[in-house]
């Protein structure tokens, strides 16, 4: 499985971004995807998770309002909407996968990942 997350960028405060994360190979063993991030001196952070068969979403409390993810199966990609971003939502944003959607989701772990992308708010 390989998931390449795209959309990163440098926005100002109050702005918005969508990130992307393209699955290919051995899709059909993921049940969930999500999104997690870290920024410098910080642990990783699990942000928000999606099920690709139910659709059930989960937020973390620090984006929950501001972010929403989807999915297209079609295009075997979920996305993360970014909206009233801050300063403080700088970070590598990495998109995970998971045949356990109660591991990635409840537990914020995943055994794929792909490579990062940076989103930096700032003026």
């Known amino acids: 499985l390989q998931l390449v997350e795209s959309g990163g960028g440098l926005v100002q405060p109050g702005g918005s971004l969508r990130l992307s994360c393209a699955a290919s190979?051995?899709?059909?063993?993921?049940?969930?995807i999500g999104w997690f991030r870290q920024a410098p001196g910080k642990a990783r952070e699990g942000i928000s998770c999606?099920?690709?068969?139910?659709?059930?979403?989960n937020y973390a409390e620090s984006v929950k309002g501001r972010f929403t993810i989807s999915r297209d199966n079609a295009k075997n990609t979920v996305y993360l909407q970014m909206t009233s971003l801050k300063p403080e939502d700088t970070a590598v944003y990495y998109c995970?996968?998971?045949?356990?959607?109660?591991?990635?989701?409840?537990?914020?772990?995943?055994?794929?990942w792909g490579q990062g992308t940076q989103v930096t708010v700032s003026s």
């Open positions: 995970a996968a998971d045949p356990s959607p109660f591991r990635l989701c409840v537990n914020w772990n995943a055994n794929s």
């Open positions: 999606i099920s690709t068969t139910s659709g059930h979403t």
């Open positions: 190979g051995s899709t059909q063993d993921i049940y969930a």
